[in-house]
């Protein structure tokens, strides 16, 4: 079984940092991307940022410049430093991995429970 636990949500006010981390529990093999999804009440779930295992990065164009994702592949962590953050960036923020489970190539998607991020005055 794997699972991900987050950490790091909170109250921020406009133009304050938060740092999301999340890290994966579990027999596992390797894992793929690592990502950061949010989902604000009435919308869908949104991609934010995701990091390859080789590093590759790719963000959605309201964060570029203001969150930087990174990774420690051997720690199976993955952080999201939010910095210059919006009302806009108010949502419940879920932890992403694409887990390969053995070397015959078995893998889940696997994901967070959620941490909420709130940016107001």
């Known amino acids: 079984q794997v699972t991900l636990v987050e950490s790091g949500g909170g109250l921020v006010q406009p133009g304050g940092s938060l740092r999301l981390s999340c890290s994966v529990y579990?027999?596992?093999?390797?894992?793929?991307?690592m990502g950061w999804y949010r989902q604000a009440p009435g919308n869908e779930r949104e991609l934010v940022a995701a990091?390859?295992?080789?590093?590759?990065?790719n963000y959605t164009d309201s964060v570029k410049g203001r969150f930087v994702i990174s990774r420690d592949n051997a720690k199976r962590t993955v952080t999201l430093q939010m910095n210059s953050l919006k009302p806009e960036d108010t949502a419940v923020y879920y932890c992403n991995a694409e887990v390969r489970l053995n070397s015959a190539g078995d893998g889940v998607d696997a994901w967070g429970r959620g941490t909420l991020v709130t940016v107001s005055s």
């Open positions: 579990g027999s596992i093999f390797s894992i793929y991307a």
């Open positions: 990091v390859t295992s080789g590093g590759m990065t």
